[in-house]
């Protein structure tokens, strides 16, 4: 199981970036294919991002495609997720996981949710 701990979320104006960063200690992260969530208070988690074991997959919510870029850093035990042209509705806690093939968080394979990290963007 690998622990995670999110970083990098702040306040941002529309139409402006931010990157945020995901580093996993534990077990070997390069085992696990990773993804980004999202939450807003009062809703369910929703998936926004995953890539593969050795980077060379990714997938998107149709919200984010084209705004949004998941990579990863074996090395450094690192998933990122690069965000562009924010828009207000992207305003949510944000969250790594392991995920499985279908994109859901994998739960066998991490401690518990990381603290999150959160991201407003203002109108």
């Known amino acids: 199981q690998v622990q995670l701990v999110e970083s990098g979320g702040g306040l941002v104006q529309a139409g402006g970036s931010l990157k945020l960063s995901c580093a996993a200690s534990?077990?070997?992260?390069?085992?696990?294919?990773m993804g980004w969530f999202r939450q807003v208070p009062g809703k369910e988690r929703e998936f926004v991002a995953s890539?593969?074991?050795?980077?060379?997959?990714?997938n998107y919510a149709d919200s984010v495609k084209g705004r949004f870029t998941i990579s990863r850093d074996n090395a450094k035990s690192t998933v990122y997720l690069q965000m562009n042209s924010l828009i207000p509705e992207d305003t949510a806690v944000y969250y790594c996981?392991?995920?499985?093939?279908?994109?859901?968080?994998?739960?066998?394979?991490?401690?518990?949710w990381g603290k999150g990290t959160l991201v407003t963007v203002s109108s």
């Open positions: 996981a392991p995920v499985r093939p279908d994109f859901t968080p994998n739960p066998h394979a991490m401690d518990s």
């Open positions: 534990g077990r070997t992260f390069s085992n696990y294919a």
């Open positions: 890539i593969g074991r050795i980077g060379a997959s990714t």
